[in-house]
């Protein structure tokens, strides 16, 4: 089983920055795809950014349309971390951050990942 935790959330003003953290337990970190997601209020989950690993050592990152140039999603193997720096952020970036792990990537769909944090809340005012 897997356990993660996030930090970060908080309250900032529009066009302000936020750093999001998820610490997982477990010993194969490096083997997982990771992935942050988020929930606004009255709206389903949707992804926002998630690295994955490759056939070959190197890791692969996706992120949606609406956060490109804006967020960056990273990972410390040696950590068991993955991080999302959001930059420049918008009220509409408000909701709960989740982070969630899958042992065999497939999709960055909800249902496709095999853990998830129980998240942390962002807040952009305007």
């Known amino acids: 089983q897997v356990q993660l935790v996030e930090s970060g959330g908080g309250l900032v003003q529009a066009g302000g920055s936020l750093r999001l953290s998820c610490v997982a337990s477990?010993?194969?970190?490096?083997?997982?795809?990771m992935g942050w997601f988020r929930q606004a209020p009255g709206k389903q989950r949707e992804f926002v950014a998630g690295?994955?690993?490759?056939?070959?050592?190197?890791?692969?990152?996706d992120d949606t349309e609406s956060v490109k140039g804006r967020f960056t999603v990273s990972r410390d193997n040696a950590k068991n971390t993955v991080n999302l720096q959001m930059n420049s952020l918008k009220p509409e970036d408000t909701a709960v951050y989740y982070c969630?792990?899958?042992?065999?990537?497939?999709?960055?769909?909800?249902?496709?990942?095999?853990?998830w944090g129980k998240g942390t809340l962002v807040t952009v005012s305007s």
């Open positions: 477990g010993r194969t970190f490096s083997t997982y795809a």
């Open positions: 690295i994955r690993p490759t056939f070959s050592s190197l890791y692969y990152v």
């Open positions: 969630a792990a899958a042992e065999r990537w497939s999709a960055w769909y909800g249902s496709a990942m095999d853990y």
